[in-house]
């Protein structure tokens, strides 16, 4: 089983919509879980970390079901520039530890 | 904003040659990090700094790679005999806090092995 799972997509939607990724992970002992936003050819960017209460920044929730080991992004009222590819990224243990990226979901928004 | 930076953004080498890529991490950032991205594939850890030593190394950080900080604001990867299978987007990354361990890229360097 791959350490972390993601749809692939593409998922194509119109401005306005709201979508939600989903991830999944395999390693019990993972500690800390993020999403990184990614454009084409360019680094991965820290778009949020992942808390067990769950977050918010703006049109982004993120929660994060330690039980199942799963981990979703919602992003509400879509923007073109949300385009993009979204990794799922989590670290085995607490503190310095590298991190283990899923291989992402793409999404474009269209007009 | 502070940001890591890394030289430069696009190397070619001939099979067999040494590179060595540059990072200036950001600056109260103690964690420091690279990983390699090969074409369509997803990020993957090469190896991880703390303190002046290696902390972390994966299987493809083999005797072929090097890291070293030799001073106190650059972060160097060295790869001593590159090989076709090395071409990929090498990101530096840093963390300053590793309680919440996030960590912030660099732009990365485009490695073409011919």
């Known amino acids: 089983r791959k350490e972390v799972e993601q749809d692939p997509g593409p998922f194509n939607v119109p401005e306005g919509a709201t979508v939600a990724f989903n991830c999944t992970y395999s390693?019990?002992?993972?500690?800390?879980f993020f999403w990184y936003r990614q454009d084409c050819r360019k680094e991965p960017k820290l778009l949020m970390s992942v808390y067990s209460s769950g977050n918010e920044d703006g049109r982004f929730t993120a929660q994060l079901n330690r039980a199942s080991q799963y981990i979703s992004l919602l992003i509400r009222d879509s923007k073109l520039s949300d385009s993009a590819t979204y990794l799922c990224?989590?670290?085995?243990?607490?503190?310095?530890?590298?991190?283990?990226f899923g291989k992402g979901t793409r999404l474009s928004v269209i007009a | 904003e502070p940001e890591v930076t890394q030289t430069p953004s696009h190397q070619v080498t001939q099979m067999g040659q040494e590179v060595i890529l540059r990072c200036v991490p950001i600056?109260?950032?103690?964690?420091f990090y690279w990983y390699r991205q090969i074409l369509g594939q997803k990020v993957e850890f090469l190896v991880s700094?703390?303190?002046?030593?290696?902390?972390?190394k994966s299987e493809i950080f083999d005797d072929q790679f090097s890291v070293e900080r030799p001073d106190g604001s650059n972060f160097t990867l060295k790869i001593r005999s590159t090989k076709l299978e090395d071409s990929a987007m090498y990101f530096c990354?840093?963390?300053?806090?590793?309680?919440?361990?996030?960590?912030?890229f660099g732009p990365g360097t485009r490695l073409t092995v011919l």
């Open positions: 990224v989590v670290s085995r243990f607490s503190g310095n530890t590298p991190l283990v």
């Open positions: 600056s109260n950032h103690l964690y």
């Open positions: 990354a840093s963390c300053r806090d590793s309680s919440y361990n996030e960590q912030f």
């Open positions: 700094f703390y303190n002046n030593e290696i902390s972390e």
């Open positions: 390693n019990s002992a993972s500690q800390s």
